[in-house]
């Protein structure tokens, strides 16, 4: 199996507060990494690391084992690395075809090329009909982001992070501010729409980690003190103490 991200000894400092202190994780192709650890750990700060939105102080992140770090966000994102983006980032009118359209024209370049886009227009209609379906949003193809159910517009954010050929995918608290039903729905939308993908999400809720991620890394005062499968993190003394008894607890 090959090697989908690499980081190698990354850090990252603001000003003389040290928010990441040396991580070194390996994930492969088609796994799906979650990424826990209390509040203030350094969770977002890793991610945007691995986004290109934040640089490192030091370290090396690979893709597919090409050095990325110092490479803009939408670089990182041609190479086939996607980020969730929060609802703000959707257009308020447009359809939900629409916006499946844009996303699948956006990450090939096709927006360059204005004969290649034309001549593209009836199978990026029908790839964008594909998606809605997997996304579960068929039947509200043609309502406008802005009129759609919250937990739609996050169905939709996925199904445009996933779009084209994006061959990881970052998702950012999935499931924040989800009912327990709208939480399982989406738990079963990002299995299916990740499938033959590699996904890194950080994500509050055990339930959905524990029940989508292979393996798990726990972040902790700026370093992994583990990574595992769900079993190996369960039974993991220092998890314990660290982080997963009080947030399992919360989660009661
Ligand atoms: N741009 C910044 N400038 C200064 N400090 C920052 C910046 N971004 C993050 N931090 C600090 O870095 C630490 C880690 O923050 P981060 O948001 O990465 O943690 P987190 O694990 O994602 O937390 P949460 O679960 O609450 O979202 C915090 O102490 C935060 O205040």
């Known amino acids: 199996m090959t090697d989908a991200i690499t980081l190698c000894n990354v850090q990252k400092s ?26 203030g750990a350094g969770k977002s700060t890793l991610f945007n690391i ?18 990325i770090q110092g490479l803009a966000p939408h670089r990182i994102a041609r190479r086939g690395l996607s980020r969730s983006f929060q609802i703000t980032h959707l257009f ?3 359809t939900v075809q629409e916006t499946l ?40 193809i043609d309502v406008r982001v802005s009129e759609l159910p919250y937990a739609d517009q996050r169905a939709l954010e996925i199904g445009v992070a996933v779009c084209g050929d994006a061959k990881v995918v970052l ?26 993908r590699t996904l890194i999400m950080v994500e509050h809720d055990m339930g959905v980690v524990f029940d989508l991620a292979d393996r798990i890394s726990v972040l902790a005062g700026g370093r992994i003190i583990a990574t595992g499968t769900p079993s190996e993190i369960r039974g993991n ?14 989660a009661e």
């Open 92 to 94: 308020p009118k447009l």
């Open 101 to 140: 359209e844009a996303a699948l024209l956006w990450p090939g370049g096709t927006h360059y090329a204005f004969w290649r886009t034309m001549r593209s227009l009836p199978r990026v209609r029908s790839d964008a009909r594909e998606m809605a379906e997997l996304l579960s949003l068929d039947a509200v």
């Open 50 to 67: 691995i986004s290109g939105r934040t640089e490192p102080s030091q370290g090396s992140i690979s893709l597919f084992g090409a050095p």
């Open 237 to 250: 003394a220092a998890v314990k103490e660290a982080y997963l008894g009080e947030a399992e607890g919360e």
């Open 171 to 196: 998702l950012d608290e999935p499931t924040a501010g989800m009912s327990h039903a709208e939480t399982e729905r989406m738990t079963d939308l990002i299995r299916r729409v990740t499938q033959g």
């Open 14 to 39: 603001f000003g003389a507060l040290q928010v990441i202190s040396g991580v070194d994780l390996v994930i492969q192709s088609e796994e799906r990494h979650a990424l826990i650890g209390p509040n």
